[in-house]
């Protein structure tokens, strides 16, 4: 079996990737550039492995060569978006590729990959969630909720902005999908922070990928700085990649929502795994009284049924951490 996989240099791409090929499947992966292309296949280091440019999102057609050229492909997991709050342009930079590049890439399968039968939408737990004033502190979100965010709110901060493109992006799949007849079955990957290990290394680790970041910043603060007052919910980023897996390998996944939720956290609470597990850490302790309040402005959570359709138990937070900071400090 081929996979195709957009946007293949991706932190969570390259995990998904690296599990596909241990499983022995074929995998074609988009990338934007030839250097990004050889760099990759320079990394992955697999015959099995191949990549196609596909220079923009946004440009109609987008995807139609790539899949032209491998008539061999059966599943098509997208996870091609910009993850990035720092835009100047959220229209442009945000908006426009996550929903044209979903749009784009549903269109070329269904024009030029009918022989394709599964399809995966990296979504995100931002496009269930609610924020800010649409945060509500008592409602126990599950996979039916739809972040309800506009599009016009979405266009006042990149913050929103990148919210809304994700939205926006996994409506447009759901809206294709009910209007035109396609050949495939869909599924979407609603995940929150992604934390975890680079699949293969890290390139530069001044600047890692934006939710690993926040485990970055504290890694960079000296003993005696103020840890921010801060708090979400999380998940592993190779749980990420294995829900991509079961979500086309399993027909329960079809049509599916998948809320990938493995717990909450604060930096407090996460800046005392570090201090635990690496004694000589610069990072300074956490405060964990602190978090009972920061706790009250961090969504609640039932994924019972993404659970049941994955049947595996979600990576703690511990174990994601340390395997996150040991390679930060490897490297
Ligand atoms: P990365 O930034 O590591 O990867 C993003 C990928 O998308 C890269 O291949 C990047 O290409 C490509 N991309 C970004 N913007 C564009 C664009 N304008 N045109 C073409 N390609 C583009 O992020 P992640 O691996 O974290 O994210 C992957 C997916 O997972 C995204 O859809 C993201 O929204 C989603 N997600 C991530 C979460 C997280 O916490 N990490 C949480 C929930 C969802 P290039 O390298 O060339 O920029």
């Given amino acids: 079996t081929s996979v195709f996989v957009s946007g293949a240099n991706g932190f969570i791409a390259q ?24 760099e990759l296949k320079a990394l992955i280091k697999d015959e099995k492995f191949a990549y ?15 899949l032209k050229k491998h ?10 978006s910009p ?20 749009l784009n890439a549903l269109r070329a399968i269904k024009e030029h990959g009918p022989q394709i039968k599964r399809v995966v939408v990296t979504s995100s737990a931002v496009a269930v969630f609610g924020f800010g004033p649409q945060f509500d502190a008592n409602k126990v979100y599950n996979e039916d909720d739809w972040n309800p965010v506009t ?12 919210f809304g493109s994700k939205k926006f992006a996994e409506k447009a799949a759901h809206d294709f999908v009910a209007k035109e007849k396609v050949n495939f079955g869909i599924s979407f990957i609603n995940p929150p922070y992604v934390f975890g290990p680079q699949a293969y290394a890290i390139k530069d680790k001044a600047n890692l990928n934006t939710s690993n970041e926040v485990v970055n910043k504290l890694i960079k603060l000296s003993k005696g700085e103020e840890i921010p007052v801060e708090g979400s919910v999380f998940v592993d980023v190779r749980d990420v990649a294995r829900a991509h897996l079961v979500a086309f390998e399993k027909d329960e996944a079809i049509s599916k929502r998948l809320l ?9 609470t996460i800046a005392n795994i570090i201090n635990k597990k690496f004694p000589h850490t610069t990072v300074p302790k956490g405060d964990e009284s602190r978090n009972s309040e920061i ?11 993404t659970q049941k ?15 996150t900071v040991g390679q930060i400090y490897n490297a």
């Fill in 71 to 80: 008539p061999e492909v059966s599943v098509f997991l997208h996870t091609a």
């Fill in 260 to 268: 990938l939720v493995s717990g909450s956290y604060t930096l407090d």
């Fill in 309 to 323: 359709i994955l049947g595996f138990e979600f990576k703690p937070l511990e174990e994601s951490i340390v395997d």
């Fill in 52 to 66: 196609e440019i596909v220079p923009s999102l946004t440009e109609d057609g987008a995807f139609d060569d790539a």
């Fill in 83 to 102: 993850f990035t709050f720092s835009v100047n342009d959220v229209e442009n930079d945000l908006m426009k590729p996550a929903v044209n590049g979903t």
């Fill in 295 to 305: 706790t009250k402005a961090i969504h609640k959570f039932d994924n019972s049924r």
């Fill in 15 to 38: 995990h998904i990737v690296k599990q596909l090929l241990t499983k022995g499947y074929n995998v074609i992966g988009s990338v934007r550039s030839k250097a990004k292309g050889e």
């Fill in 151 to 162: 599009y016009e709110q979405a266009l006042s901060n990149p913050v929103f902005g990148y």
